[in-house]
């Protein structure tokens, strides 16, 4: 199967841009699975994502209908408003245009007062599409091996994550990245923000493709980039025969 890494920047000052830019992007692409970098509409502007987390259906409407035409799913974040709570949620339209799964943000970010803005999501979980077995988490997340173990425990052989990661942190993205595929051995999805600029840059980029073994499938820079890799179950069953963590971890311990 296919995956597309959508890496692009984010202009604040222009999201309808922003979600013309990314759709423009996503109808280019012809099966599998696209991702996107979180908050990828509104940024990390607040009045942005007070605004679009009223109109949230609209995006889900547009990303519905692009899917279907391209037969191409797709995974963004957008900002929820519903009963009188915000979420940071991300969504998953599979290739009929369906919303098969979302995720509400577990681990809110206190550093760009996310705990101000959204409420905590309080559910992980995993859902089928095709012959996969799908985990999401969002960026912090990913700080909390918890959560992919999770995922992990529930059948989960592809975690995919959208993130705002920025650039002065962008080792720890990577590295965490890396080190939960390998102790997962499923294959690891990120998709980060690119740089508005590549002299002073904001945010990291690096989005990846990770296999099971740590092996590096597809990987960006730092600006806005488009890659697409393909992933193949059989590596994930075969790896997990060979090293079989699953049967030699002490569930009487921890």
């Known amino acids: 199967m296919k995956i597309h890494l959508l890496q692009i920047s984010v202009n604040e000052k222009d999201t309808e841009a922003n979600l013309s830019k990314a759709v423009s992007k996503f109808k280019d ?21 007070e605004s679009w987390s009223d109109k949230w259906q609209e995006v889900v409407m547009e990303y519905s209908g692009a899917a279907k035409e391209t037969g191409t799913a797709v995974v963004f974040t957008t900002p929820v408003r519903e009963n009188g709570k915000t979420y940071n949620r991300a ?19 206190r550093l760009m007062d996310e705990d101000k803005i959204f409420d905590q999501g309080n559910k992980l979980g995993v859902f089928g599409f095709d012959e996969w077995k799908i985990g999401l988490n969002i960026c ?6 918890e959560s992919q173990r999770k ?31 390998i102790e997962n051995q499923c294959y690891f999805v990120i998709v980060n923000r690119a740089s508005e600029r590549e002299e002073n840059p904001t945010y990291g980029g690096n989005s990846m493709v990770i296999a099971p073994d ?6 960006c820079g730092y600006s806005e ?8 179950i059989s590596n994930v069953v075969n790896y997990r025969k060979l090293i079989d963590c699953r049967s030699d971890r002490r569930a009487d311990l921890y």
Do not use: C, Q
């Open 151 to 181: 995922l992990w425990s529930e059948g989960a052989n592809l975690i995919i994550v959208p993130a705002t990661w920025p650039y002065k942190r962008i080792d720890a993205m990577i590295k965490l990245s890396y080190a939960r595929a």
């Open 214 to 219: 740590g092996t590096l499938v597809a990987g």
């Open 91 to 109: 969504f998953f339209i599979d290739n009929e245009g369906k919303v098969l799964s979302t995720y509400d943000k577990v681990h809110l970010f």
């Open 140 to 145: 912090y997340d990913i700080r909390f091996p």
């Open 29 to 49: 692409l012809k099966g599998g699975i696209a991702v996107l970098p979180e908050m990828f509409i509104p940024g990390y502007d607040r009045k942005n994502m």
């Open 225 to 232: 980039e488009f890659k697409s890799a393909e992933i193949d």
